[in-house]
């Protein structure tokens, strides 16, 4: 998909599919939400206003709050496509945030998730 396309999906559209990979393998909506806050630095209450009004995903990214920092330690491969080979800095992020909700369905540790 062309990443203009998934830039003007909902993040509302994505964010259930998230939890659902999450579920399937025994983790939960805390978890990915820990995640999602952890990495843009919304609040819960923030994330659930984005969500409520089908704010797009370039936006929800573009307006994080606060990214975290410690998200360059996010290295691996998403679908194929090295995260440090990702030039287009929206779609980094996207894949950032891909990327931690595959390590949680994996079964990885909050804390290594969370680089703490």
């Known amino acids: 998909m062309a990443p203009h396309r998934i830039y003007a999906m909902s993040f509302s559209s994505v964010y259930p599919?998230?939890?659902q990979k999450a579920e399937k393998k025994g983790r939960t909506k805390d978890d990915v939400d820990t995640i999602i806050c952890w990495l843009t630095g919304y609040t819960r209450d923030q994330l659930d206003?984005?969500?409520?009004?089908e704010t797009t995903i370039?936006?929800?990214?573009?307006?994080s709050p606060s990214p975290n920092?410690?998200?360059s330690?996010?290295?691996g491969s998403?679908?194929?496509v090295r995260l440090d080979q990702i030039e287009d800095p929206i779609m980094k992020e996207i894949r950032?945030?891909?990327k931690l909700i595959d390590e949680l369905a994996k079964g990885k540790?909050?804390?290594k998730i969370l680089r703490a």
């Open 17 to 19: 599919l998230y939890i």
């Open 49 to 53: 206003e984005h969500v409520k009004n």
């Open 58 to 63: 370039e936006t929800f990214i573009r307006q």
């Open 69 to 71: 920092p410690a998200r």
């Open 73 to 75: 330690k996010i290295t």
């Open 78 to 80: 998403v679908c194929g």
């Open 96 to 98: 950032y945030l891909d």
């Open 109 to 111: 540790v909050m804390e």
